[in-house]
């Protein structure tokens, strides 16, 4: 939409000019420049902004500004954080260079505005991002413009208000077993690693904090037994694992324990050192999930969806599932199980270790049967049976 023209002035000095109309009045504009980088900031910048005259006006003084870019007050708000792991610092940096810098990230954080930032997000959408991807992006764009604010490099965040694109998917996010469900997908595990499987659904612990418990997080002689959760599996900068704090600070906490897991812990934590893992692979190392993931929850998936005859054929007689959950799933399985048994959500917050009680029922307040009988009820008085009265007027064709 817009381009650049060079021009010699009389003296012998170049300019660049930045020509473009604006979509509003018809009119050719432009903008002239000393600097070729400036033009062609500019140019990009205006064609973000539509081309529209107010734009470009703020665009051509925001240019002309000292301070600095969108790359630098990114990275420096990155290196600010003072509450996450090297990894999350390294995903951030990675997000930056992926889906900021090669777009706005060489331009003054001066002359961001509202429209650069949507016609950023639009770009995303356009190009296939997912909707998450691109609301974690404009997540660490907008964590960033307020950095900017307090650091006085600009007076407002050009993030607020821009729409982000919603999902368009038709499913759930989360899969729930059933009791028999879940029963049935335990009998298709490996023994040696059923344990875990059942801490995880009897719990709701994260993988990283149920593969990262060393026998001297439990208790299983108090009333109630407990774990105590105090760490998870990272990764470093460079991806190499090791154990530190778990997710946030609400994450550190004791879950209390079943008496039938107990039965079940108890001899596999028997006899081993207070700082040894419990669960382990069977070379008694950490636990890859991506390792458990192809060789144990996979195959014991398969087996529960298609179970086999011993000629390897399908038996049509046999119990089986059709879900496809994954191991985090047994995370929400456990809070489906606890709403149905009336756990209240702030206790189930604090059990799941969620750092507010908005993420619990964000996630969960959609199973919480009371709630949806009462909403349901409320529906019906509203109707005052006037769905019952539809049957008798309706013809028997239309029955």
């Not at 630098?72 to 509450?83: C, G, K, N, P, R």
């Not at 086999?308 to 959950?325: F, M, Q, V, Y």
Request: positive net charge; glycine residues 6%; contains cysteine.
């Amino acid at each position: 939409m817009a381009s650049i023209r060079e021009r010699r002035r009389s003296d012998g000095t170049r300019a660049f000019a930045v020509l473009w109309r604006d979509p509003s009045t018809g009119r050719q504009t432009s903008l002239t420049y000393d600097d070729l980088r400036d033009a062609t900031v500019a140019r990009q910048l205006i064609e973000a902004a539509g081309g529209h005259a107010l734009e470009a006006a703020r665009i051509a003084e925001g240019i002309r500004k000292t301070g600095p870019t969108v790359d630098d007050v990114i990275s420096e708000h990155i290196d600010l954080l003072t509450s996450v792991g090297p990894d999350t610092r390294k995903h951030y940096r990675t997000q930056l260079s992926a889906h900021i810098s090669p777009t706005l990230g060489p331009y003054p954080v001066a002359a961001m505005t509202y429209r650069h930032i949507a016609g950023w997000v639009n770009a995303m959408s356009a190009k296939g991002l997912a909707p998450k991807t691109i609301a974690n992006v404009h997540g660490l764009f907008s964590a960033a413009m307020t950095t900017a604010v307090r650091l006085g490099y600009r007076d407002d965040n050009p993030c607020v208000g821009v729409e982000l694109p919603k999902s368009q998917a038709t499913h759930d996010d989360m899969t729930v077993l059933t009791r028999d469900e879940f029963s049935l997908l335990l009998s298709k595990v490996s023994p040696f690693y059923q344990p875990l499987v059942l801490t995880l659904v009897a719990t709701g612990l994260r993988w990283g904090e149920a593969t990262a418990l060393t026998v001297a997080d439990f208790d299983l002689t108090t009333s109630p037994p407990t774990i105590r959760v105090t760490k998870a599996w990272k990764r470093d900068a460079d991806r190499h694992w090791y154990v530190g704090p778990p997710k946030t600070r609400r994450a550190r906490r004791t879950v209390s324990l079943p008496d039938d897991l107990v039965a079940v812990l108890a001899p596999v934590v028997a006899g081993k050192a207070p700082g040894a893992l419990v669960f382990t692979n069977t070379v008694r190392s950490q636990l890859s999930s991506s390792r458990f993931w192809t060789q144990t929850w996979t195959p014991a998936l398969d087996a529960a969806t298609n179970p086999l005859l011993a000629d390897g054929s399908s038996d049509p007689a046999a119990a089986r599932i059709t879900k496809r959950p994954r191991v985090h799933d047994l995370r929400h399985t456990h809070a489906s199980w606890m709403i149905a048994a009336g756990v209240d959500l702030f206790v189930l917050q604090r059990r799941l270790g969620h750092e507010s009680i908005h993420t619990t029922t964000e996630t969960y307040a959609h199973l919480m049967p009371d709630q949806q009988k009462s909403a349901a009820d409320a529906a019906g008085r509203a109707l005052g049976g006037l769905a019952g009265s539809m049957g008798t007027r309706m013809s028997p064709r239309q029955t």
